[in-house]
């Protein structure tokens, strides 16, 4: 299931959209893009 869901892109961004804000995003992305992807 886990391995589906990172698949899966819709997944993705929904997680992505719903956790972080469009703005912290942006700035916190540099940062938060390690995390998100490790």
């Not at 719903?18 to 992305?29: H, L, N, T």
């Amino acid at each position: 299931a886990a391995a589906g869901s990172r698949e899966t892109p819709l997944n993705q961004e929904s997680a992505r959209k719903s956790e972080p804000p469009a703005p912290v995003r942006r700035q916190s992305y540099s940062s938060t893009s390690r995390d998100w992807h490790a």
